[in-house]
């Protein structure tokens, strides 16, 4: 299937991403949220950051201008009827991602890919909520999505070869790069990433060092480009949190137990940039 019609839900930080690098690439994009207010928000972040792009002159004006016109806001998935690749990106609950994919099986094309962009949540749970499971995929994007180069693919037990080829194509056609795992709690790229998060903020919790160290010895030492504990907060805590439930959960034991001091962050509302503080404070522009 020649695809040319995607459908993107979820306007959030990944999900504005996700279809602001489809429209570039040529894409006929519906991005749907829960209204037309906040749809239309998730369009506004994505001509902002088009704009940046044109200013540093990694974009061309008429590129720009070609891509968003290219993009359109739904308040339903009904609106984005039709599309050949359906790319989930809304919260990481596994009861919310089911709904979506029995309203993305009712509307899309017949043999659309049905996508998740889910951090950790099982693809082949996911995929139980649709009669051909076959045709689900993780494609899991990384934060900034116009940036970062990896799309992590997940196959669930059951998704065809036929799904993993076109996938794999379609991220190199966005100019990404693929990798692929098969479906596993917090698959590859979180299963080794979030444990050492954790232990980084256990790390500061029991007062071995501070934040700032503890940024400095991984970036210099180890060559990370950025502390985790500061990454943590880009990620969002709500997130590492959740991802480390997920992967305490299936595994268990003492590695993969969230640290209280994760937990208590989260409690407070203190969850990063998206909020405005977190481990470190972030005053908004």
């Known amino acids: 299937m020649d695809i040319a019609?995607?459908?993107?839900?979820?306007?959030?930080?990944?999900?504005?991403?996700?279809?602001?690098?489809?429209?570039?690439?040529?894409?006929?994009?519906?991005?749907?949220?829960?209204s037309r207010e906040l749809a239309?928000?998730?369009?506004?972040?994505?001509?902002?950051?088009?704009?940046?792009?044109?200013?540093k002159g990694a974009l061309a004006g008429p590129d720009r201008d070609a891509a968003l016109g290219r993009l359109r806001g739904a308040a339903?998935?009904?609106?984005?009827?039709?599309?050949?690749?359906?790319?989930?990106?809304?919260?990481?609950r596994l009861e919310i991602k089911t709904a979506v994919f029995k309203e993305l099986e009712r509307h899309g094309a017949p043999g659309a890919i049905l996508a998740t962009n889910t951090s950790s949540l099982p693809i082949t749970e996911i995929a139980a909520a649709v009669k051909d499971p076959s045709?689900?995929?993780?494609?899991h994007f990384m934060n900034p999505v116009p940036i970062m180069k990896l799309v992590e693919i997940i196959r669930g037990k059951l998704t065809s070869e036929e799904t993993t080829a076109a996938v794999k194509a379609l991220a190199e056609k966005l100019g990404k790069i693929p990798a692929v795992a098969n479906d596993s709690p917090g698959f590859v790229s979180n299963r080794v990433l979030m444990p050492m998060i954790?232990?980084?903020?256990?790390?500061?919790?029991?007062?071995?060092?501070?934040?700032?160290?503890?940024d400095t010895i991984m970036k210099l030492g180890m060559g990370h480009p950025m502390g985790p504990i500061a990454l943590a907060d880009y990620i969002g805590l709500d997130v590492?949190?959740?991802?480390?439930?997920?992967?305490?959960?299936?595994?268990?034991?003492?590695k993969y137990r969230p640290s209280e001091l994760l937990r208590r962050m989260v409690v407070e509302g203190k969850l990063?940039?998206?909020?405005?503080?977190?481990?470190?404070e972030y005053p908004k522009k």
């Not at 954790?198 to 503890?214: F, R």
């Open 240 to 254: 590492c949190l959740a991802i480390m439930e997920v992967l305490d959960n299936a595994f268990m034991g003492s």
């Open 40 to 55: 239309e928000n998730a369009l506004a972040v994505i001509a902002r950051n088009m704009a940046r792009q044109v200013v």
């Open 135 to 139: 045709r689900v995929i993780g494609m």
């Open 76 to 92: 339903s998935i009904a609106e984005a009827a039709g599309f050949e690749l359906a790319v989930e990106a809304v919260p990481e």
């Open 5 to 34: 019609k995607v459908c993107v839900v979820g306007g959030g930080t990944m999900g504005n991403g996700i279809a602001h690098v489809f429209a570039l690439k040529g894409f006929s994009v519906t991005l749907v949220e829960s």
């Open 198 to 214: 954790n232990e980084a903020i256990q790390c500061l919790h029991e007062g071995v060092s501070t934040k700032e160290d503890i």
């Open 272 to 280: 990063g940039v998206k909020s405005g503080s977190g481990f470190y």
